[in-house]
């Protein structure tokens, strides 16, 4: 069965500070991957995905992820961080041949402080 | 081009009795998931439907079922509510091709009282 491990819960950061937050999953099949972010109040919004070719991918908001094989991971990052950028952040894998199921990770809330 | 629109977004309940969500897809889009966002749980698949019919089953009870239109709009139904189903319900819209990017609507909030 496939699953998906943030590592951190919590990551606070202050305002202009390089952030990274950890993802790594578990599969015996090839995945799809991808890093959604949810404000207050709000549905997912996708920030970036990786569904083949450069293992460096890069999304919206200035946000980037690279997907490691061997590590099993999809770490995702930011050189500077805006307080407008605090929210929930979730990493999730679909599996080929799964049809669209989406299994996350329990999130991690990016607390970017002034 | 209109989002995924879900309503109600705010809703009410008692146990015992059962609840109706809807979600509207992206125009064009064919395949519509739901999940279920508690804080003990995370987010959760529950299912997805493309054309009309249930392409995938999460593991939760028969008490959960939902349904698609040849419009594609879906409908979710939980009966005989329990205050362990309080939670968000997500719907997402596809286009239907395998693995392609979910557009989430802002979700239905489900409180059981």
């Known amino acids: 069965a496939q699953s998906v491990t943030q590592l951190d819960s919590q990551v606070p950061v202050f305002e202009e500070a390089p952030v990274e937050l950890r993802c790594n999953y578990s599969?015996?099949?090839?995945?799809?991957l991808f890093w959604y972010v949810q404000y207050p109040n709000q549905g997912l919004q996708l920030l970036l995905k990786y569904l083949s070719g450069s293992t460096l991918v890069k999304g919206i908001n200035g946000f980037e992820a690279e997907f490691n094989k061997s590590q099993t991971s999809f770490h995702l990052r930011k050189p500077s961080v805006h307080i407008s950028d605090t929210a929930e952040y979730f990493c999730?894998?679909?599996?080929?041949?799964?049809?669209?199921?989406?299994?996350f990770g329990a999130g991690t809330r990016l607390a970017v402080h002034p | 081009k209109a989002g995924v629109t879900q309503t109600p977004r705010y809703l009410i309940k008692t146990r015992g009795q059962q609840v109706t969500l809807s979600c509207s897809p992206i125009?064009?889009?064919?395949?519509v998931s739901w999940y279920q966002q508690t804080p003990g749980q995370g987010l959760q698949f529950l299912f997805e439907?493309?054309?009309?019919?249930?392409?995938n089953k999460g593991n939760f009870p028969g008490r959960f079922s939902g349904r698609q239109f040849s419009n594609s709009r879906s409908e979710m139904n939980v009966s005989t509510l329990e205050l362990g189903d309080s939670a968000l319900y997500l719907c997402a819209s596809r286009t239907g091709d395998l693995n392609t990017e979910a557009f989430f609507g802002q979700g239905t909030r489900l409180t059981v009282v």
């Open positions: 125009s064009g889009h064919r395949s």
């Open positions: 999730a894998v679909s599996v080929s041949g799964g049809y669209n199921k989406l299994i």
């Open positions: 439907y493309f054309s009309e019919t249930q392409r």
């Open positions: 599969s015996s099949v090839s995945v799809y």
